[in-house]
């Protein structure tokens, strides 16, 4: 099996990540993948996070079975933390990387990824090796961003140098910031055919107050708190002092009225032929 390409994790686990992606769920981020699901299948989630999609899941194959793999094993204290508080009794959490896993081929029904392509450095293999370990029949779900169609109203220079920003920190590690648009061809390449390829999009939109607080309020603290920071001074895309001017934006942001996001996924569901 290969071993895991040279790909920096733009985003980091500072708390101001895992709030957005404790956020996540089956509902508001695997929508596309829930008409598929029968309550006996095998799932395996892969770069799972703080695995609240991983458990949602679960609970939606009461008799099957849920496995969480993430190469980051903090986050993974948290996730089996709250499976407990969950009472769930089908699902855990294993270390390692979706470039280079141990399970054998034909394992899983269904192989789900959200957001997890765009950080590697090679998301062809990747979804090999995610094409691997599915049955004949299965079903692998992948749901990536498109960050540069991503719009934002009212106007802001600040936004739209932050999302200048992130675009180049996220290439300069090795990612692909609009990996979204790109998903169907990326499976092609790694071996599904065009006709079990079923492609869709879909979006978060973030409007209400306590939505754009939360929405902006987690970018306004990244800017200052992440991975990004550091990632963005050293890579030599903005100083100290523009990331401030960034977080700021996303303040105002948050206080304008008529205040809009509204971030684009590209999405895949990818049937192995028997």
């Known amino acids: 099996m290969a071993e895991k ?32 699901l029968r309550s006996d299948m095998s799932i395996l989630d892969v770069g799972c996070g703080p695995g609240t999609i991983t458990m949602d899941l679960a609970e939606l194959v009461p008799n099957g079975e849920v496995i969480g793999l993430d190469p980051e094993p903090t986050v993974l204290d948290q996730a089996r933390a709250d499976v407990a508080a969950r009472g769930l009794n089908n699902v855990r959490f294993e270390v390692s990387s979706v470039h280079n896993m141990s399970y054998s081929d034909n394992a899983f029904d269904v192989v789900h990824g959200h957001q997890i392509l765009q950080h590697s450095g090679e998301p062809v293999q990747a979804l090999r090796e995610m094409r691997r370990v599915l049955k004949p029949g299965g079903i692998v779900a992948c749901r990536e961003s498109d960050f540069s169609v991503n719009s934002w109203y009212p106007e802001s220079l600040g936004i739209e140098r932050f999302q200048d920003v992130y675009m180049r920190v996220a290439r300069s590690n090795g990612g692909d ?55 963005a001074i050293d890579g030599g895309h903005a100083t100290q002092g523009n ?10 942001w948050i206080g304008h009225p008529d205040g809009r996001f509204v971030f684009q996924h590209g999405e895949i569901l990818c049937r192995k032929r028997d």
């Not at 040279?6 to 509902?27: C, D, F, I, M, N």
């Not at 939109?205 to 306590?210: K, M, N, P, V, Y």
């Not at 990331?243 to 105002?252: C, G, N, Y």
């Open 243 to 252: 990331l401030v001017e960034m977080s700021q934006a996303w303040r105002d």
């Open 177 to 231: 910031p609009t990996a979204g648009r790109k998903l169907h061809a990326w499976a092609r390449e790694a071996g599904f055919e065009r006709g079990d390829i079923i492609s869709s999009a879909s979006t978060w939109c973030f409007t209400s107050l306590e939505e754009k607080e939360f929405w902006g309020g987690m970018w306004a603290d990244r800017l200052l708190h992440s991975a990004l920071v550091q990632q």
């Open 5 to 36: 390409p040279p790909a920096t994790y733009t985003s980091g686990h500072h708390e101001s990540v895992l709030r957005s992606h404790k956020w996540r769920s089956a509902a508001n981020s695997a929508a596309y993948l829930l008409p598929s």
